[in-house]
């Protein structure tokens, strides 16, 4: 039960940000920024891909509660940080290019985390099993 209302929560998450992250995108001059929307499109897809890693991760079973929480910490932490790399409406390439590593990264470690099967030692149940 905890697994579905945290998948819940995620999605829910997940969607009230990603909307608030659609608009346009204007340069000083007033036209539009094409180059910059594109590549604000391309974080806001590896944003959504990531949150829907972790969410099958706890739907499937292969994340445990403490990995998803921990994962998801480290998304909103991405998260704040494009807030505060895009406050003056646009990402520099140095700042697009930390947002894309952070990203992988952290979707790097979802992959890894999900295919562990080491999990009951990680998680301190049954350590005198053996």
Request: net charge positive; aromatic share 8%.
């Amino acid at each position: 039960m905890k697994k579905i209302l945290f998948a819940a929560v995620v999605l829910a998450l997940g969607f009230t940000n990603a909307s608030a992250q659609y608009g346009p995108r204007y340069d000083r001059d007033g036209y539009r920024d094409g180059y910059s929307r594109e590549r604000m499109s391309d974080i806001n897809r590896l944003q959504r891909e990531a949150r829907q890693n972790i969410a099958n991760g706890v739907q499937w079973g292969t994340l445990t509660s403490r990995e998803a929480n921990m994962l998801m910490n480290r998304y909103e932490n991405i998260e704040d940080k494009e807030r505060h790399f895009a406050r003056h409406g646009r990402l520099s390439n140095r700042e697009e290019r930390i947002l894309r590593n952070d990203l992988h990264e952290l979707m790097s470690d979802t992959r890894r985390l999900s295919r562990d099967r080491d999990r009951w030692s990680r998680d301190g149940r049954h350590r005198d099993r053996y």
